[in-house]
């Protein structure tokens, strides 16, 4: 799974009505979010560009990036760098404690959170992928069941969303579809555009969607991402379907006052709605309204 965490983004000069933000990608930064998950207005992508020095100059500020070995030069209103973050592991002695840890990832634990030390938990950033305040939050409370309580709490039972803020924000939940075929699941796609959402358009806040990934088959959703103004608002119905396990098509079925934004987790659970329509099941309900109307 892929969190945008550190990238550095720069805004061009120029682009005073651009919502983003070019960016100037590290070598080092294996797996970026494609901007095209997000339909993002994105002015400008420089990926394995290495900066090499900023500048200020009478006309706002200059970065200057090394590409395909080439130096080349962008001028911005502002820059602000993802430096990125490391745990903070050293000088604990961790060694005489018998806990395992990794300098990059931090303290090494078991999906119980239990460290190699088995006395010894672990919660939040020092050893989570997830680097979230909430994430910290729910890792601490599986660490107090798991280590007074008798408990067996796994954190990949946990459906961890979270949202980047940026305008308009990106929220997700959940699987990816490509994390979903890497576990072998097969998944089918439901989206709906804010553009045809009644509420966004009167809003003026047409760009972004809500997509959905649910498990081929079967009504289980496995994922979600949703691009919009408030959407680290949104993304918690999913996420409290997603834990009661309420599926697309019962989420359809869900009254949303009119006129919300909100509407678009509901009319994709009518489009999922709609694919149970199968030949088959039109053909008798065909024979069940003439036979109605006879
Ligand atoms: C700029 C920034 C913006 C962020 N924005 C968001 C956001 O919008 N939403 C979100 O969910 N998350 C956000 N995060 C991430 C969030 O802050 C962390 O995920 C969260 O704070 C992790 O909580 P924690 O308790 O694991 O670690 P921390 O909050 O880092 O707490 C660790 C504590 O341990 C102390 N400590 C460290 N080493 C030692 C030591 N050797 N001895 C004693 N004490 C020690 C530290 O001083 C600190 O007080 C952001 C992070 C940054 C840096």
């Known amino acids: 799974m892929s969190v945008p965490l550190a990238p550095v983004l720069v805004k061009p000069a120029d682009a005073h009505n651009a919502r983003l933000v070019s960016y100037v990608h590290p070598p080092d930064w294996q797996n970026p979010t494609p901007a095209s998950c997000y339909n993002l207005v994105v002015i400008g992508l420089r990926l394995n560009a290495t900066i090499t020095r900023v500048e200020r100059s009478a006309g706002g500020k200059l970065v200057y990036y090394e590409a395909q070995g080439k130096e080349e030069t962008l001028a911005v209103d502002e820059i602000l760098a993802g430096a990125g973050r490391a745990p903070n592991i050293e000088g604990l002695n961790l060694e005489a404690a ?5 300098r990059r990832k931090g303290v090494l634990v078991n999906d119980c959170l239990q460290t190699s030390n088995p006395h010894i938990y672990g919660a939040g950033d020092v050893c989570l992928d997830w680097k979230f305040t909430h994430a910290a939050d729910f890792s ?15 954190a990949s039972a946990l459906t961890m969303p979270w949202c980047t803020y ?30 045809e959402v009644d509420r966004a358009v009167l809003d003026g806040e047409e760009d972004g969607f809500v997509k959905f990934h649910v498990r081929k088959g079967r009504d289980e959703i496995l994922g ?8 680290g608002e949104m993304i918690s119905e999913i996420s409290v379907a997603m834990a009661a396990r309420i599926g697309l098509g019962k989420l359809a079925s869900v009254i949303h006052p009119y006129p919300t934004q909100a509407e678009a987790l509901r009319q994709c659970g009518d489009a999922y709605n709609r694919t149970r329509l199968t030949p088959t099941v039109k053909k008798w309900m065909g024979r069940w309204l003439a036979w109605q109307r006879s």
Do not use: C, S
């Open 98 to 102: 018998g806990v395992q840890y990794d």
């Open 140 to 154: 601490a409370r599986i660490v107090i069941q798991n280590a007074l309580f008798l408990g067996r709490k796994k």
């Open 166 to 195: 940026t305008d308009p924000e990106i929220a997700h939940v959940g699987l990816y579809e490509r994390d979903a075929r890497e576990r072998g699941m097969e998944v089918d796609t439901y989206v709906r555009e804010f553009k």
């Open 224 to 231: 979600a991402t949703i691009v919009a103004r408030h959407a």
